[in-house]
């Protein structure tokens, strides 16, 4: 591990195990059930903390990214992860592409819709439009066994705004419209929708074209907002 990332890692355990609070953490392990172990630190206290464990240190490298990241990652609890996605989103600019093969440990294991999602926007997203080159590992991922690899291919762009591929993004939505998950019929909506705050003409003629081809979950969360044409 590198110097900075330990250093990171023992102010996290520092400063966590003082804020620990175990009779908020079993309502959040129900939350997520039973899944993950709790401190029991809420997120808005969480935020205060991890501005608190940077103070005076360095800008991370992408190797202090990578290590701190799948560090919190063998941590049981889950205010670990947390952080690795928050200092992830907060200096991905300082990734090659070479981190998104740390992003995919990360989305493959300790799987669940809060890490990945985050990771797939916050992380996953920035390191495509960066590196326009790993456009090639989405479109692996889409058709991936790996329900979570094929969640975040099709979330991926959920902050691009004008900036979205829409052909990619319709075609990733058909690739995956007749998967059974929920996770996977949520997030086609989801992206959907996002992507019609930007382009609603384009989102509406998507589901007039091929909205018989998505799940009935799919199609109610892309149209939520669209209003009549």
């Excluded at 740390?102 to 990771?119: C, E, F, G, N, Q």
């Amino acid at each position: 591990m590198t110097p900075l990332a330990a250093t990171v890692l023992e102010r996290l355990d520092t400063t966590y195990g003082a804020a620990a609070d175990p009779d908020r953490a079993k309502p959040m392990r129900a939350y997520m059930r039973d899944q993950f172990p709790y401190l029991g630190i809420p997120l808005p206290a969480l935020r205060v903390l991890w501005l608190s464990v940077l103070v005076g240190l360095a800008k991370p490298t992408e190797a202090d990214l990578r290590d701190a990241a799948t560090s919190c990652w063998r941590r049981p609890e889950r205010e670990y992860q947390y952080f690795a996605c928050f200092w992830l989103r907060r200096h991905i600019r300082v990734a090659s592409p070479r981190l998104i093969g740390t992003a995919r440990t990360l989305i493959t294991t300790k799987s669940w819709w809060d890490t990945v999602d985050t990771l797939a926007a916050d992380t996953v997203g920035p390191l495509v439009r960066h590196h326009p080159e790993l456009l090639s590992t989405m479109d692996e991922w889409i058709v991936d066994e790996n329900l979570w690899l094929a969640r975040t291919a099709i979330l991926h762009q959920l902050t691009y705004k004008q900036g979205t591929d829409a052909d990619r993004l319709f075609r990733y939505c058909l690739l995956q419209a007749e998967h059974r998950d929920f996770f996977i019929r949520k997030a086609i909506g989801w992206a959907l929708r996002q992507y019609a705050k930007t382009d609603p003409a384009a989102v509406r003629s998507f589901l007039t074209t091929h909205g018989d081809q998505l799940a009935p979950l799919s199609r109610r969360e892309a149209a939520k907002h669209l209003g009549s044409p």
